[in-house]
């Protein structure tokens, strides 16, 4: 698949040109709001093309397109793809507001083509193996839950994730939208319930970069989320808890295909073997097996606009100070 990049970011170069290419995609282009921006990372990222106009990629016979421009941009430019024929891959959060996501969402449907989100923490082969223990019934009847993924902001990331909320930053949007796609995937709900706090502790200016928050499922399990931009030294990790046992995830919710899974029982104390797949290269083959009509488990558009619900109830429950039913939309 021949591929334009909407957007010359950091998790572009990072992770997202090498994975292309690893699955034997070519990234054909880029585009940047700054033209001097994305000849630099064309060239440092050898892409044959670079543009500041997303209408310039039209006539290179591109298959789809990976957008991780700020998050406001985000629905531009997939109504744009959406229109051309393009296949989706976006970064989460969709969107600033539920409406732009829907209409992302609609707008690929009505096209025919593939959208998917950038949920990348689902395909870590810990996240994995907790969903299908978790459909054998080996924990029981499921009664909690907790999420910590606090982690420290680096200074190259910092930038409009932490002083522009137009453009969609803030420490929730950023994370909770990961912790709700990464406990929809494993239990195979979204919380119908939310009750927040948030904080600024010396990172942000006029947003959060420090948020808790509980969510309550209809089945009757609740969850403890914790984000953060501000905690170098912290540890990320998911626990599930239920009757007859509990998973520890430790080290799971970060980029790199690491970490470890226990499970805990009457029976003892079961390290889960894990795959080291990179994350990124397992989205794109799933985004391939979704191309093709097969089985996947891409996160796609409705995960990617069910867990920015999710992040936007956490805002709204924070603001009023009270519990807030999430709108799904």
């Known amino acids: 698949m021949r591929w334009g990049l909407i957007g010359a970011s950091n998790i572009a170069g990072e992770w997202m040109v090498g994975a292309l290419r690893a699955v034997g995609d070519e990234p054909v ?26 209408d310039a990629l039209d006539a290179l016979g591109l298959d789809a397109v990976y957008v991780s421009s700020t998050n406001e941009r985000h629905e531009a430019s997939v ?48 996240h994995r ?23 420290y902001l680096r200074p190259v990331l910092q930038g409009w994730r932490i002083d522009n909320p137009a453009a969609g930053g803030g420490v929730v949007l950023d994370i909770a ?52 931009f501000t905690t170098p030294h912290a540890r990320t990790g998911i626990e599930i808890h239920g009757t007859e046992g509990t998973l520890e995830g430790d080290g799971i919710l970060n980029q790199r295909a690491d970490g470890s899974l226990l499970l805990r029982s009457a029976a003892g104390v079961e390290p889960q073997a894990l795959d080291r797949a990179n994350l990124y290269e397992r989205c794109l083959q799933q985004f391939h097996a979704a191309v093709r009509g097969e089985p996947n488990t891409l996160a796609d558009g409705l995960a990617g606009q069910r867990s920015l619900a999710v992040a936007l109830a956490v805002l709204e429950s924070a603001r009023r100070g009270a519990p807030v039913d999430v709108d799904y939309g």
């Not at 282009?29 to 997303?54: I, K, M, P, T, Y």
């Not at 025919?112 to 689902?122: S, Y």
């Not at 494993?186 to 970069?209: C, F, H, I, K």
């Open 29 to 54: 282009a880029v585009v940047s709001g700054s033209l001097d921006r994305a000849r630099a990372f064309a060239q440092q990222h050898g892409l044959a093309h670079a543009f500041a106009r997303e």
């Open 129 to 151: 193996r907790m969903r299908e223990l978790l459909a054998q019934g080996r924990l029981g009847r499921l009664v909690a839950a907790r999420v910590h993924h606090a982690v």
């Open 79 to 126: 109504l744009h793809a959406a229109a051309q024929g393009w296949h989706v891959l976006c970064e989460k959060p969709l969107a600033t507001t539920l409406g732009a996501a829907q209409r992302m969402v609609r707008a690929c449907a009505q096209a025919g083509v593939v959208m998917g989100t950038n949920h990348h923490l689902r395909h870590n082969a810990a």
């Open 177 to 228: 939208v990961h912790n709700a796609d990464s406990l929809g995937f494993v239990l195979g709900e979204y919380p119908v319930q939310v009750q927040a706090q948030v904080s600024s502790t010396g990172m942000a200016r006029g947003l959060e970069d420090h948020a808790m928050s509980l969510w309550r499922y209809a089945s009757g399990l609740t969850a403890f989320t914790h984000q953060a």
